[in-house]
């Protein structure tokens, strides 16, 4: 599972895809991980624009 976390928070659906090769149960938390990434990034960027200017 954690090898299916660190494709999908990394390298988004290049990754997500190498994850299914891997096994299923890395595939399936690939793809959540990697749209919680994009959550928090979408999240996290207001604060860190406001903090560097």
């Known amino acids: ?3 299916g976390a660190g494709f999908g928070a990394a390298s988004h659906g290049a990754g ?3 994850s299914y090769e891997l096994g299923q149960q890395e ?3 690939a793809s959540p ?3 919680l990434s994009g959550v ?3 999240l996290a960027a207001p ?3 406001w ?3």
């Open 1 to 3: 599972m954690a090898k």
């Open 16 to 18: 997500t895809a190498r």
């Open 27 to 29: 595939g399936v938390v």
């Open 33 to 35: 991980v990697m749209m």
């Open 40 to 42: 928090v990034v979408v």
């Open 47 to 49: 604060v860190v624009r």
């Open 51 to 53: 903090l560097l200017f």
